[in-house]
């Protein structure tokens, strides 16, 4: 703040009041804060738990994903399974890097439903699939695959 010293006159104040900045900038800060969490979106899985490390990877690469009701999704894209297999084929050969599939299912999916998706992917060309788990004692949400913040 500047003062005069004569009382009568008055000068122009050069300082910016940031006050109401930091107001707007917090009350954003909080919005974001509170929003983020919800926008993960993600196919419903619930993965079988093993204790094998995980497989660190730079690159994104394809997630095939089996639900419980045995819907099979190419990301977050829904196939069915009669063009599944031409469907990953196509996307596979317009891919650069040929990086392989992770392969999401549920845990409750029967071991041959899961080994015939296998077999399309294997008859698309890719023959690098990994399959996605999760840690034996780990909290993770099932919708996305990734850690919670509350611990057991």
């Given amino acids: 703040m500047q003062t005069n010293s004569n009382s009568n006159s ?13 107001d707007v900038m917090l009350v954003l800060l909080i919005i974001f804060m509170v929003t983020a969490p919800m926008m993960t979106h993600g ?3 619930k993965l079988p738990k ?3 490390p995980a497989i660190p990877t730079k690159k994104e690469r394809l997630v095939v994903s089996v639900r ?4 099979i999704f190419i990301n977050e894209q829904e196939v069915d399974l009669d063009q599944f297999a031409s469907k990953l084929s ?10 392989g599939v992770f392969l999401r299912a549920d ?4 071991y041959g439903y899961v080994m015939r998706v296998m077999g399309l992917i294997r008859r ?9 788990t999760l840690p034996q ?3 993770v949400s099932t919708k996305t695959g990734r850690r919670s913040k509350r611990r057991n």
Avoid: F, Y
């Fill in 68 to 71: 419980a009701d045995q819907k």
């Fill in 50 to 52: 093993t204790s094998a």
């Fill in 107 to 110: 845990d409750s999916i029967p």
């Fill in 10 to 22: 008055k000068g122009m104040v050069s300082e910016i009041n940031v006050t109401p900045l930091v």
């Fill in 124 to 132: 698309a060309g890719i023959t690098k699939i990994g399959m996605v």
């Fill in 43 to 45: 196919v419903d899985v």
């Fill in 137 to 139: 004692n780990s909290p």
């Fill in 90 to 99: 196509a996307i596979n050969q317009n891919r650069a890097d040929n990086g």
